[in-house]
């Protein structure tokens, strides 16, 4: 894939679907590191801030995560859990609250979601979105 400047995508995310698409695919794999900005920069044609913006997207699916000076890996994607969900439950998806943050462990700065099943009168979690998968029983 090529990024196309005239294309009604934006650069940023097609540079995003490039990355993405070599994480996927195993080009890169798990703990390894991303060619770092200035790399990429190059390799693409494109400016350090659409580099920066193409990141945070990654970022924000879960995919890399960047220690600064240390540049941007690939996620060890982690084993997802898979919770039943009776028919009549309700499932509502939010972002965490602080406490909520702190005891599943999301870092501050991390976007994930978190899920409760709430049954009658019965809640269960708040589970991370990124961690489980909801099937109906």
Do not use: N, W
């Amino acid at each position: 894939m090529v990024i196309r400047v005239g294309s009604t995508r934006a650069v940023y995310l097609q540079l995003a679907d490039l990355l993405r698409a070599d994480i996927t695919s195993g080009r890169i794999r798990p703990g390894e590191l991303l060619p770092y900005e200035g790399r990429l920069e190059q390799e693409y044609g494109v400016s350090r801030p659409t580099v920066r913006r193409a990141l945070a997207v990654l970022r924000g699916e879960g995919l890399v995560y960047t220690e600064r000076g240390y540049g941007t890996r690939v996620v060890q994607q982690q084993t997802r859990q898979h919770i039943k969900v009776p028919r009549a439950a309700r499932i509502v998806c939010r972002m965490p609250t602080e406490a909520e943050r702190e005891a599943l462990g999301i870092e501050l700065g991390e976007v994930v979601p978190v899920v409760t099943i709430h049954v009658g009168a019965q809640t269960r979690g708040p589970y991370r979105a990124d961690m489980f998968d909801f099937t109906t029983a």
